[in-house]
């Protein structure tokens, strides 16, 4: 179908498709992604004029392909006055600052970096280093910069106890749940799965749940503990967050992420590129079948389009479907797009050291904050008749409320301190920082990984082009950059290369699954044994802290009166 070279600086030949007057166009790509000539098979093919609706990731890569990569018309319509979804940079103190999509790897978006490298867009090296603080007495910090960060920013002895258990439980998690991408287990929430296997709720509380809900800035109690256990092993064995050694380089787009978007607009015709119109329903001519879209801020009916692509979120794009009025037409797209769910967060730009560990040696890139003090289960109620009611409501309402994370913008990005001094970015401040401290506020909507949407993740290619109507996102996969960039080339290059006729810039690779195999018969037997003796020497410590208060129970301090 399509030839491609490898040979350095060699010029190449594109055909143009059954239009009159075509010529040669000669082009000059980068090695390994140049393109020799399109086959007999795709001549002929009808010019079409195709609308993009949002502009983040997916809908760029769409704008991207269609007016470079082929002889079609394409238009993009953005709700938002900038154009870039999540790829949201702003200026702070003369200095690029990314709100949204921040890093990437070249192991887990191999696609996404040759996009960047086909559009010349230079990366830098990043970091990635993860931390926990509790915004509640007793004082408790911890990160991974070393082993002493582990410990020093904790306070009490009880905590120092839980935290051994922790990392106790890190372990056996790392060696034994990759047994679920082969098992029966696969198929139970990771609420279901830690408790059958009796970890710890400082290792829910203080560990996994905050690497869930940050890596994919989603509440505890929305979606982290429902989370399916083998979609997420997959994507941890993948992404290598199983293991403590081999971690990909970590990068981030030089001069901030809206170098690409920049690039991609360059080649747009700024009259095809429509922001601050927010499209609100579709309309289909049933003769013509051509589609009309409807913005809310307009009653020019925009069209007629060959083909739409959505990339807006799922549950937007039922709105607009919703809202049309040949809705009747759109039942199968709309029961599928409905099975997936978002959640806003706001990014907030300030430079208040509160949402920080106090421990300055604690700071890492990203900053999780456990601000619920009713998780911690660490330090005994009143009366111990009310432990176990109180950790049923624990592990029932599946802890916080929220996720609040802050970035440390100086160590992600290479933002030297000292002519910028500490740029934070907090998803959800606790607390209402003090407006002589911000520098921006924008809201930005992730998505919700339950059982339903991972089914409806397999049924999506079942409902493309129908209608008229195509649909890609991020939010088809794990979320992210190199999840939205492929969801947009699997639709125009895998599933109807024929309608599209895109002449692929670059061969489209497949994230590697990482195959780790189970630890051993004589590993799993020493884990277990050691897993057995710490259980029962927890219910001894259990067991005499009860007698303890029997025998002693704690009498309520009056206060003093005036």
């Known amino acids: 179908m399509y030839e491609f070279s490898e040979n350095s600086g060699i010029f190449v030949t594109h055909i143009y498709r059954g239009f009159p007057g075509s010529c040669c166009n000669f082009l000059q790509l980068p090695p390994p992604f140049a ?16 609308a993009v609706v949002g502009g983040g990731i997916s809908g760029l890569t769409a704008v991207w392909l269609l007016n470079e990569y082929s002889d079609h018309e394409v238009e993009l319509f953005e709700a938002n006055e900038y154009v870039g979804g999540h790829t949201n940079t702003v200026t702070f103190k003369g200095t690029p600052v990314d709100t949204g999509f921040i890093v990437f790897n070249k192991l887990t978006y191999p696609n996404f970096v040759r996009f960047l490298e086909i559009l010349n867009v230079d990366y830098i090296a990043s970091n ?24 020093n920013g904790i306070s009490s002895w009880t905590d120092r106890i839980s935290q051994l258990r922790l990392i106790w439980d890190l372990v056996r998690f790392n060696s034994l749940a990759v047994d679920v991408l082969a098992g029966p287990e696969g198929d139970l929430t990771i609420q279901e799965y830690l408790s059958k296997h009796g970890y710890s709720d400082c290792f829910k509380r203080n560990y996994l749940l905050p690497i869930i809900s940050s890596i994919w800035s989603t509440p505890a109690n929305k979606s982290a503990m429902h989370f399916p256990t083998k979609t997420l092993i997959r994507f941890m064995a993948n992404h290598h967050l199983l293991q403590v050694f081999n971690q990909p380089q970590w990068l981030t787009i030089k001069n901030g992420s809206k170098t690409y978007v920049e690039k991609i607009l360059s080649k747009l015709d700024p009259r095809k590129c429509f922001r601050s119109t927010p499209i609100e329903s579709v309309s289909i001519d049933r003769s013509s079948k051509k589609v009309y879209l409807k913005a809310s ?56 050291l509160s949402m920080m560990p106090r421990n300055r040696s604690i700071w890492t890139s990203w900053n999780y904050l456990i ?127 024929s309608m599209f006729a895109v002449r692929s810039p670059f061969e489209r690779v497949s994230v590697t699954e990482e195959s780790i195999r189970p630890v051993g018969l004589g590993t799993r037997s020493l884990l277990g044994l050691i897993q057995a003796s710490i259980q029962i020497f927890c219910r001894l410590v259990w067991l005499t802290r009860t007698i303890v208060y029997l025998l002693f129970p704690r009498t309520p301090v009056k206060p003093k009166l005036a």
Not at 35 to 50: E, P, Y
Not at 129 to 150: C, D, H, M, Q
Not at 297 to 315: C, K, M, R, W
Not at 447 to 466: D, F, G, N, R, W
Request: glycine fraction near 4%.
């Open 371 to 497: 601000t619920d003090p009713s998780q911690n289960l660490d330090h005994p109620p009143p009366h111990p008749t009310k432990l176990a009611t109180q950790e049923k409501a624990i592990n029932e309402s599946a802890v916080e409320k929220t996720v609040c994370l802050t970035y440390w913008m100086n160590l992600l990005q290479s933002i030297p301190e000292k002519t910028c001094g500490p740029v934070l970015v907090t998803l959800n401040p606790p607390e209402e920082i003090h407006p002589k401290w911000v520098f921006g506020r924008w809201k930005y909507d992730h998505p919700l990984y339950t059982s339903q949407s991972v089914k409806a993740q397999e049924e999506i290619a079942t409902i493309q082009t129908k209608n008229g109507l195509s649909f890609v996102g991020a939010w088809t996969n794990y979320g992210f950059h190199e999840d939205g960039l492929t969801s947009t080339l699997r639709l125009l290059l895998v599933q109807h290369p």
């Open 297 to 352: 801020n307009s009653e020019t009916l925009y069209g007629p389009y060959d083909q739409v692509i959505f990339a807006s979120h799922a549950d937007q794009t039922v709105k607009i479907l919703k809202n049309s009025d040949c809705s009747d037409l759109f039942s199968s797209q709309i029961e599928i797009l409905s099975r997936f769910q978002f959640n806003q967060n706001e990014a907030v730009l300030h430079n208040d």
């Open 35 to 50: 393109i020799l000539h399109t086959d007999s098979k795709t001549a002929g093919l009808v010019r079409m004029k195709v």
């Open 128 to 151: 990635m280093s993860f931390s926990v603080k509790r915004t509640f007495a007793p004082a408790y910090e911890w990160s991974g910069n070393g082993i002493s960060s582990l410990f």
